[in-house]
């Protein structure tokens, strides 16, 4: 890419040429590194498929309704293929009942109301009910 963002097109090179400088860098790399033997890097180059390819061509693949099978069929029905449908976006959910509700509707009893009094708010770590200062007794 050029320092202004347009697209700098690469010259045509040599794939096999390319291709060999690339598996010599590899192969080089690995015996550095003491992965394979300097041997075992002859014996690769001198393969006639060493297995290192370089391709100018970039192949795309298309599924779905973009498929060239796809295509063929709607062509032959006469139908416009052009003209993809266009998916809606789902709708938000509503939110889930809170914790309290499904407790109330599971158990039909309401977490937050004090067994011995009836009174709602948060429970206390203590067993005497509301106190002042805490969470207890206050309404969510």
Not at 9 to 22: E, G, S, Y
Not at 23 to 37: F, M, P, T, Y
Not at 61 to 89: C, D, F, Q, W
Not at 117 to 132: D, M
């Amino acid at each position: 890419m050029r320092s202004d963002g347009s697209f700098q097109p690469v010259p045509i090179f040599n794939d096999t040429a390319l291709a060999r400088l690339f598996a010599h860098e590899v192969l080089a790399l690995l015996v550095s590194k003491d992965l394979i033997r300097p041997e075992m890097e002859e014996k690769i180059l001198s393969w006639r498929h060493t297995g290192f390819n370089v391709h100018r061509q970039v192949m795309i693949r298309y599924y779905g309704l973009y498929s060239n099978a796809h295509r063929g069929v709607m062509k032959k029905r006469g139908e416009a293929t052009s003209a993809l449908p266009i998916l809606e976006p789902p709708a938000p959910r509503e939110a889930s009942a809170s914790w309290r509700e499904l407790i109330r509707k599971v158990y039909e009893v309401d977490p937050l109301a004090y067994p011995a009094c009836g009174a709602r708010g948060w429970p206390n770590a203590s067993e005497s009910g509301p106190t002042s200062g805490s969470r207890a007794g206050r309404t969510p």
